[in-house]
DNA sequence: TTCGAATATATCGGTCCGATATATTTTGAC
DNA sequence: GTCAAAATATATCGGACCGATATATTCGAA
């Protein structure tokens, strides 16, 4: 889904600032699943606008810049759930940075190797409890709440998964001392 | 990591073509946490040979476009192993279309929401499957068979979370016939 | 009192990606 | 045997996207 979609998704929920739609991509509801920063946000908020699916009023405060509130048209219902019903969903994209460094973790530092794992453990074990205590799943649509124990499952079987194998991981690192000619064949 | 770096990341298993490490991307061992189509592919390669970070050689065939094969040069790994320890990587990126629609599921049909589920699960085992009967594990190093059980491990609680809750999201979909109501508060 | 975090909007340059173009060989179905 | 589809192979373009940055104020903590 494009961040055009993705804000029309957050705003099915209640009316918001382009402020407030980030924090739902952040932290927010939607943050395990969907994501933009302000440079995707803002544009697609003018498009949105322009095309009449969202309505803009602007919320002046004294002392603040006046906070622009979005809110979705019939328009926008209709092209939510037109894009929601379009095609089966494509396959979902995960993309990680420590994957790829542990997947070269026989050439590199075995100290290295343990602080990066270390360090995403500690991230998982905050981010599951955050998850988990989360009392504001009261009044959440059913939909809400499976999806959000889907985010938690995943997260819980990629922290098992790293405890388990921390060790070995760590002990492949720096076997291999002569790793450039090793690639060579 | 951007695309140049994990360009070099394929060339460190051994020489390339473009065509060659997308297949990488899309099939290969880097499938579950990299991926980039030619529209990157190819300005990188050519970025990273104007810096002398890789080589190129045609190798001119007779019958079909002539294969551009790459290279890494010391200076091609000294980057990479520079990227890979200059910082604590990043949190993982997770989209998903699938989760974006069923978080909606309250306000859909609950054929259209069986019919993504059942499609998902399907291609989860086939994909689960693929991994894991996967012969060509032998002669890998060992962050590449961890890396590799990561993402049987995840894609295996993906898919036991949707078998078991499926009936769920089937059963919430259809139970709200006034959502843009709802909605409104 | 000062410093960082939060609230709030906005743009710009660079990167990325899907679609498309081109051309031949191999594979498989009928 | 023939024909279509898939695989091999490189390449570009426009639009979408994203990180960094700019601006300005308030609130809480040290």
Redesign the pocket.
């Known amino acids: 889904m ?3 979609t993705t804000c029309l998704g957050v705003l099915a929920l209640g009316e918001a ?4 739609i980030r ?1 739902a991509f952040e932290e927010g509801p939607f943050s395990h699943f969907a ?6 946000i ?3 908020l003018n498009k949105l606008t322009d095309e009449g699916l969202v309505t803009c009023t602007a919320h002046y ?1 004294e ?6 509130v979005y809110r979705l048209t019939e328009g926008g219902w209709d092209r939510l759930e037109q894009e929601m019903r379009a095609r089966i969903p494509g396959e979902d994209k995960y993309r990680s940075d420590l994957l790829f460094i542990l997947f070269f973790a026989d050439w590199q530092d075995p100290a290295w190797i343990a602080r990066v794992i270390d360090t995403r453990i500690d991230f998982y074990r905050e981010k599951l409890e955050a998850m988990k205590d989360c009392s504001t799943l009261d009044g959440l649509m059913v939909g809400q709440r499976l999806v959000h124990g889907f985010g938690c499952a995943v997260y819980q079987a990629a922290l098992d998964y790293l405890v388990e194998h921390r060790d070995a991981f760590v002990a492949a690192a720096g076997n291999c001392h002569d790793c450039r000619q090793t690639a060579a064949e």
């Open positions: 494009d961040t055009k600032s382009g402020y407030e924090k994501d933009g920063g302000f440079g995707s803002y544009p697609a405060q002392k603040r810049p006046s906070k622009k």
